[in-house]
């Protein structure tokens, strides 16, 4: 048990702290959507991911003239069941919270859907190849939160990355090994056809996350603040003989 001080919350909690801002209207949000899903079953049927629905339009319940590109949004707010929905919201919030105290609930939530709907989009791009194995995905429904959630374990990871995460809640794993070993799994289980399904939008969401940090990084005007006020730091910096070094080995100077 650990003592946490953040803008949310000062108490005494397990793992990562409080349950935050974006995580409370996240994890509520994911919840109310099961309770339809459960009271009205056709829900997940309409705003699953079918990738067949956008590309072709065609459909027993969609009309041909019909583009339903929202369920590349909409399908990460559904669940398959109640495990399926417990474990990405402890998932959720075990790497979650700690990222948006750092980055700020503004950023954090604009990363948990970009990555969500991007791996969404990557699902529907990966069923367009010429191989028996994307093409089932086609006419699959596609649910859950899992691909922002492997943008999260990323982030977590580039962030942390000797931060050791407990794999199957026995092994130590540093948090970088433990993504490798993800992604690795994720695509090599894209490339069959009885797993492909869900882990192509696993691997989109690795994907979708890497670009999204890397280019915020190479921002062009953030780039030039950035030198600008290194400039004005070394320049006082010389006036009493202190020499600076180079960036940190951080992979990005978001973090601290």
């Known amino acids: 048990m650990r003592r946490y001080s953040s803008p949310y919350a000062s108490s005494f909690s397990f793992g990562p702290g409080p349950i935050s801002t974006a995580l409370k209207a996240l994890i509520g949000l994911n919840v ?66 700690e990222l948006e105290r750092m980055w700020g609930t503004r950023y954090f939530l604009k990363f948990y859907l970009a990555t969500g709907i ?18 089932q995905l086609q006419y699959a429904n596609v649910i859950g939160a899992s691909g922002a959630i492997y943008g999260l374990l990323l982030a977590y990871a580039l962030y942390f990355p000797d931060r050791p995460i407990y794999m199957y809640f026995v092994f130590p794993i540093p948090a970088k090994i433990f993504v490798a070993i993800m992604g690795g799994i994720a695509f090599l ?8 399904i869900a882990n192509a939008t696993h691997l989109g969401g690795l994907l979708v996350g890497y670009i ?12 030039l603040k950035y030198r600008f006020y290194k400039w004005k730091i070394n320049r006082v910096r010389k006036k009493f003989d202190v020499y600076s070094g180079g960036r940190a080995d951080d992979w990005d100077r978001r973090v601290h």
């Open 212 to 223: 999204f940090l890397k280019s915020a990084r190479m921002d062009p005007i953030a780039e």
């Open 32 to 97: 109310l959507m099961f309770v339809v899903q459960v009271v009205l079953p056709a829900t997940t049927e309409l705003f699953g991911l079918h990738p067949a629905w956008i590309v072709h339009a065609r459909s027993t319940i969609a009309p041909e003239h019909s583009l339903w590109v929202w369920q590349v949004a909409t399908y990460m707010f559904l669940h398959g069941g109640i495990f399926h929905i417990v474990f990405n919201m402890l998932a959720l919030w075990m790497f979650g919270a």
């Open 189 to 196: 289980s894209s490339l069959s056809e009885a797993g492909g």
């Open 118 to 135: 991007g791996a969404g989009v990557l699902t529907v791009l990966f069923s367009l190849l010429p191989f028996a194995f994307a093409r």
